[in-house]
């Protein structure tokens, strides 16, 4: 019913910043928001950021807080994700979600997945 596509991955220096989208298909009207989730090689899926389908509510990592923004356009059905000042950290393949209830924090609060987009940062 709903499809996700992530675009705007790359290999960006250490204090460099990148754009992350993520567009929506098929039956995507829903009470609830969307969130972003990132995951490196050999470590547990892990929240980012989220927001709320009004797009008055955020939600942040700690490890992203300060560095990263999430945002909206509910007329285009997208959902994006402004990284500044990037760390090698950072570096892992990440994910657009939908929820499917009103939790926000985990992987199993989420209905729908996009198929991922990889971010590198380099030293």
């Known amino acids: 019913q709903v499809q996700l596509v992530e675009s705007g991955g790359g290999v960006v220096q250490a204090g460099g910043s990148l754009r992350l989208s993520c567009a929506a298909s098929?039956?995507?009207?829903?009470?609830?928001?969307m969130g972003w989730f990132r995951q490196a090689p050999g470590k547990e899926r892990e929240f980012v950021a989220a927001i709320s389908r009004s797009g008055r509510r955020t939600y942040y990592a700690d490890s992203v807080k300060g560095r990263f923004t999430i945002s909206g356009d509910n007329a285009n059905d997208t959902v994006s994700l402004q990284m500044n000042n990037l760390k090698p950290d950072d570096t892992a393949v990440y994910y657009c979600?939908?929820?499917?209830?009103?939790?926000?924090?985990?992987?199993?609060?989420?209905?729908?997945w996009g198929q991922g987009t990889q971010v590198t940062v380099s030293s």
């Open positions: 098929g039956r995507t009207f829903s009470s609830y928001g």
């Open positions: 979600a939908v929820q499917r209830g009103t939790g926000w924090a985990y992987p199993y609060d989420y209905e729908y």
